[in-house]
């Protein structure tokens, strides 16, 4: 058996293959040696009969080490790195996440840009081995892009935060990963204690105010939190879009008695001043694309 010295950890044996962390994760999972608790990977029986184990340190916890042998296992010897991916290939390794969302963080993040004619390359997102595309039936541009892209630390930082996000209802923080991290996925951010603060750094009130602030930020639609509307008496709401004079509110469905009042009196506010609103439920926080979507587009805003 392998002294302990002798083991990788798993982000180091893909850095022996030559391949992404999450790709190898990925495959060790189909594989049946891995799989997910919680937000932590954990060794199964069968992992651990391939030699698998745990180590500690301070600084990253528990994380999965492997025997250096590992390397020419037939199976583990035979995955062979994807050259390029989409959006919709990082779903594999952001489950939470749609093709969408992930195309709008990289945008966030300025490696692209949405035009008419699709998602365009930036001069940054070229720096990072992004190559724009053609869809050969729509003509519809895209970008596609190394498989690394999915373990850069800036990158995981910010699919992972809004995956945790829309997997708990809650902010958390992004952790800082080192380049020689024993294990990318070891450890889950901290979440950020009783406050929920989205990506444009807007604090909010509850888990669906956070989903939605994240989706107006993302689809780069200018928005205020907690918007006076035009009335003398004090009624605010949730959000307000300047472009298209629009109100949206998030309707939780355990508010308390006086939060439902207000939000019924804005309501009666919004008919009688003929205001353009939304109002977006508990039950639509799964489906924001669809919902807003087809909200904004009948007041005029393609998103």
Known sequence: MAREA????????????????????????????????????????????????????????????WPESLAQHKLVAGIESDQRITARGMVRYYPQLHPRQINRALAELGLQQHSILGWELTQLGKSLGGQQQESNSSGAFYVNWPHELVDHPVVHRELSAQAAQLACGKAKEPSEQSAEAPDLFSQPAA?????????????????????????????????????????????VADFYLPEGSIYIDCWEGQDTASTLAARLRRRELYGQLK???????????????????????????RR
Do not use: M
Not at 34 to 60: A, C, I, M
Not at 280 to 295: P, S, T, Y
């Open 6 to 65: 002798e083991k990788l950890s798993t982000s180091a044996l893909a850095r022996k293959l030559e391949i992404p962390a999450k790709q190898l994760f990925a495959s060790l999972q189909d594989f049946g040696w891995v799989r997910r608790h919680e937000d932590n990977w954990v060794l199964t029986p069968h992992g651990e009969f391939e030699g698998g184990s745990y180590q500690h340190s301070k600084r990253y916890g528990r994380y999965i080490v």
């Open 191 to 235: 979440p950020v204690a009783s406050e929920l603060r989205a990506i444009d750094g807007h604090v909010l009130d509850s888990p669906l105010q956070l989903q939605v602030c994240n989706w107006l930020y993302l689809a780069q639609l200018a928005h205020a939190h907690r918007r006076q509307l035009p009335t003398e008496e004090e009624s």
């Open 275 to 301: 205001l353009r609103h939304l109002e977006i439920n508990a039950a639509d926080a799964d489906r924001l694309d669809e919902v807003l979507g087809r909200g904004l587009l009948a007041f005029g805003i």
